[in-house]
């Protein structure tokens, strides 16, 4: 799919992630939102705020299975639920929400999104099921069983990733603030700055709620960070560096970008942008 390069965004450079002795900073005019530029540069860090980020917990992945997945699907959200996979895919004119047969990557339903809107993340609560918009402020509404939709709401600035704690929905804004909201009205009901060993930590993408923790991927990187819906704080950092092989990319803005949790079977899955798999993982510490 093309990059839509008239929607590019250019941001206030600021320091934003440290990962072991690497950081990863945010630029003006380097990567913006998720079909556009939205990126980080790594810059090695010798110094000691970059050793005391290097205390916060990593960890390694191995393959469980892999799966097929559409390689035509710019990927914005992934929920498992009810048994079921569902995804969100975007860019203007080609966005949607879809069922996805985890074992083929058979899109089974799908409902549109009609342009202007860039779809970006979604999640299920209750009956329905939300997806937000990166630029045009709308979030929609749907009968997860159906996919008709049933609402719609506004909000101010940008939308990339969403979850849920089971009463609220989360959401991210490729800040380092996540943003609580009332399912029933959208209004804003807390911000939560999120943070590793005080550093702010930005491009805060999809989202997933994962045994108590929010888990967000961080654009243009293929790290996972874990955090404290209590504190906003880090508490580890997965390192998927790898997952999808070189002989399988695109180099076409494939990033890492969707996590579903299946809570029943504690199962967990990623995949990324235009990827051609769906991975199923178990993790392993290492530091």
Same mark, same amino acid.
């Given at each position: ?34 079909? &556009? ?26 393959? *469980? ?7 035509? #699907? ?18 203007? &004119? ?44 709308? #979030? ?47 209004? *804003? ?99």
């Amino acid at each position: 799919m093309a990059i839509l390069s008239s929607m590019r965004r250019s941001r206030t450079a600021s320091a934003v992630i440290l990962f072991g002795t690497v950081a990863f900073v945010s630029t003006a005019g380097a990567f913006g939102a998720c079909g &556009g530029e939205r990126g980080e540069v790594a810059v090695d860090r010798g110094d000691s705020t970059a050793t005391i980020s290097a205390r916060t917990p990593t960890y390694s992945f191995e393959v *469980v299975r892999s799966y097929p997945h559409d390689p035509k #699907a710019f990927t914005q959200g992934l929920v498992w639920h009810d048994d079921r996979l569902f995804e969100s895919t975007g860019q203007v &004119g080609q966005s949607n929400i879809r069922e996805v047969e985890l074992q083929s990557g058979r899109v089974i339903r799908q409902q549109d999104l009609d342009a202007p809107h860039f779809g970006e993340g979604i999640v299920l609560l209750g009956d329905n099921l939300f997806q937000i918009t990166w630029t045009t402020g709308s #979030a929609f509404v749907y009968d997860w069983k159906s996919f008709r939709r049933t609402g719609e709401f506004s909000y101010d600035g940008e939308g990339w990733g969403l979850t849920t704690d089971g009463t609220s929905i989360i959401m991210s804004n490729g800040t380092p603030s996540l943003v609580w909201r009332d399912p029933a009205t959208f209004a *804003v009901q807390k911000r939560l700055t999120v943070t590793d060993h005080g550093t702010p930590v930005s491009q805060l993408n999809e989202l997933e709620w994962v045994k108590g923790e929010i888990w967000a991927n961080i654009w243009q990187s293929e790290q996972i960070a874990r955090i404290d819906p209590a504190t906003g704080q880090v508490t580890g950092w997965i390192d998927l560096a790898g997952i999808l092989p070189a002989i399988d990319r695109t180099g076409n803005e494939d990033v890492m970008n969707g996590i579903a949790y299946d809570a029943v079977r504690d199962r967990l899955f990623v995949t990324g942008k235009l990827w051609s798999k769906l991975y199923e993982i178990t993790l392993k510490q290492r530091s």
